[in-house]
């Protein structure tokens, strides 16, 4: 009789919509989502809380291997095949396993990413990478686990990580140049206004092949007469070039432009730049 009473509260309880009870987690899940360059850089990663507690050398162990985080694998994810440590880390996911040590942190990219916490068994041929970097102290504290993606260019980035008064960076390089260049040959088979001025800028912000980089610009400049932005990219080109009359009066039309189109920003880094050229 009790336990046919239990089912019919059970099943009223279903049927009368009782919400499941919710807590929040001790280690909440977060998301990182990235642009580094060209490639995707995805970090999936739960976050411990330190709550009084001292983490490194005490919670976490010195010369152990630590899940990096809490709960399931802590993951990074890229679009591309990225460097890290001198070797190729291929395009996919990856768990994230570190040794933390006082002075230095050995991070593991490991292929297997359905462990929860770490590995029951470790299996050195699943490690796709790995590189020891220096642990820095860091302020102020991280009360609770942090990982970023800091020092950004156009070629990599740094995957960092954060806690308590500790970070370890771990620097990786990502295909910029060799995609750049790939997109840059198939859009100038047939280019636009905008395919030039692209192509230009990217030249510019690398320091390399200036030449094209005028070339493409006054392209730009001359499909599209009108365009502000790309006067005053190419008044700096050709300032990187040391032609300063030309600098100067590509600036003189952008600023000319900026101002018929009410763009403030534009209007102001033109004058600065003919104040910084001896020109105003």
Known sequence: MLKRTLLILALSAGFFGVAQMQTPAPSPGSTLEQMVGLTEVTVNYSRPSMKGRTVFGNLVPYGKLWRTGANANTTVSFSDDVTVGGKTLKAGTYAVFTKPNADKWEVLFYSDTNNWGTPAKWEDGKVAAS????????????????ITLDNLHNNGGTLGMWWENTY???????????????????????????????????????????????EYVDQAVAMNPEAFWMMRQQSLIYAKMGDKDGAIAAAKKSLAAAEKAGNADYVKMNKDSLKEWGAM
Do not use: R
């Not at 060799?178 to 320091?207: C, H, L, R, V, W």
């Open 168 to 214: 370890a960076g771990v620097p990786f390089e990502v295909p910029t140049k060799a995609k750049a260049m790939e997109s840059i040959e198939a859009a100038m088979a047939g280019p636009t206004a905008n395919d030039y001025y692209g192509a230009a800028s990217y030249y510019f912000q690398e320091g390399i092949e200036m030449e094209k980089a005028k």
């Open 131 to 146: 590189i020891t970097v220096p642990s820095v102290k860091a302020s102020p504290t991280a009360e609770t686990f942090t």
